[in-house]
C-alpha cells in the first residue's frame, strides 16, 4: 500500500490563483480530512469526508472547497489563493470515523502564497 | 469540547538521559488521546494511543505514555533519549465524534550529545 499520497509537494502561487491539492488513499477508508499546519498553532482542520459524497467543515473552513466523489481521492481547492493561506497541509485518513482509530497523515504540500 | 494543552514548547535533554513531555486534557468525555511525532519535514506519524483499556500504554520506539484521569494528564515519557529522538511531538484528542482531532501547540525536543 502507498498509504495516503499527496501532490505537489511544494507550489508557489500569486494573490488570487487557485489551485487544487490533491489526496489520495488506497486503504479504503471511509474518513478523510485536510489540516493546515501553522508555526506554533499545531494542526487546524480545514474539511472531512466520512464518505464519498459527504463532506463537512471544520474549524478552520474558509477559502476551501473539497469533494469527495470518490472513496480514494480527496482534493482541496483554493478558490482565491490569500497570503494567509501560505501554511503546509496535511491529509490524513482512517478506516472510520470512530475516536478509537489511527489517522494516517501524508507527507504534506507547502504552499507559499506571495 | 475536547483540548489538549502541551506544557512546554521547547524540551531539551542530554543523549540517554530521560523525556518526559508534558500534556493536559480537557474532555467531557473518556477520552481517546494520541501522541503523534513529526520529524523535520516530514509527515505525522502515530506514536501510541490510549483508547479506554490499559492506562499505561507503550509505544513505539521505546515511547509510552500514562492515563491519569485525576489529573487530567497523558504525558509522554522514555527512559533513554536518543539522537533520533529529536523532532516535534503533538499530544493529540479526538472528538467523541472521530470527525476531528485537536491538536496541542507541540514540543519540540532537542536531544544534545
Known amino acids: 500500500n502507498a498509504g495516503v499520497t499527496q501532490t505537489p509537494k511544494f507550489q508557489v502561487l500569486k494573490t488570487g490563483q487557485s489551485m487544487t491539492l490533491q489526496c489520495a488513499q488506497d486503504?479504503?477508508?471511509?474518513?478523510m480530512s485536510w489540516y493546515r499546519q501553522d508555526p506554533g498553532m499545531g494542526l487546524r482542520l480545514i474539511h472531512y469526508?466520512?464518505?464519498?459524497?459527504?463532506?463537512d467543515q471544520g474549524e478552520v473552513p474558509n477559502g476551501y472547497n473539497v469533494s469527495r466523489s470518490t472513496t480514494e481521492d480527496f482534493p482541496l481547492r483554493l478558490l482565491s489563493a490569500a497570503p494567509s493561506q501560505t501554511s503546509v497541509y496535511f491529509c490524513?485518513?482512517?478506516?472510520?470515523?470512530?475516536?478509537?482509530?489511527?489517522?494516517?497523515f501524508g507527507p504534506g504540500t507547502r504552499l507559499t502564497v506571495l | 469540547a475536547q483540548s489538549v494543552t502541551q506544557l512546554d514548547s521547547h524540551v531539551s535533554v542530554s543523549e540517554g538521559t530521560p523525556v518526559l513531555l508534558r500534556c493536559n486534557y480537557s474532555?467531557?468525555?473518556?477520552?481517546?488521546l494520541f501522541w503523534y511525532v513529526q520529524h523535520p519535514n516530514k509527515g505525522l506519524q502515530l506514536l501510541l494511543k490510549?483508547?479506554?483499556?490499559?492506562?499505561l500504554v507503550k509505544g513505539i520506539n521505546g515511547f509510552e505514555a500514562e492515563f491519569k484521569k485525576s489529573e487530567t494528564s497523558f504525558h509522554l515519557t522514555k527512559p533513554s533519549a536518543h539522537m533520533s529522538d529529536a523532532a516535534e511531538y503533538f499530544c493529540?484528542?479526538?472528538?467523541?465524534?472521530?470527525?476531528?482531532?485537536?491538536f496541542g501547540k507541540g514540543t519540540s525536543l532537542l536531544v544534545t550529545p
Open positions: 490524513a485518513s482512517k478506516y472510520t470515523p470512530s475516536s478509537y482509530n489511527e489517522q494516517f
Open positions: 486503504m479504503n477508508h471511509e474518513y
Open positions: 469526508s466520512v464518505g464519498a459524497g459527504i463532506t
Open positions: 474532555s467531557s468525555y473518556s477520552p481517546s
Open positions: 490510549y483508547t479506554s483499556a490499559a492506562t
Open positions: 493529540v484528542v479526538s472528538e467523541n465524534s472521530g470527525y476531528a482531532l485537536n
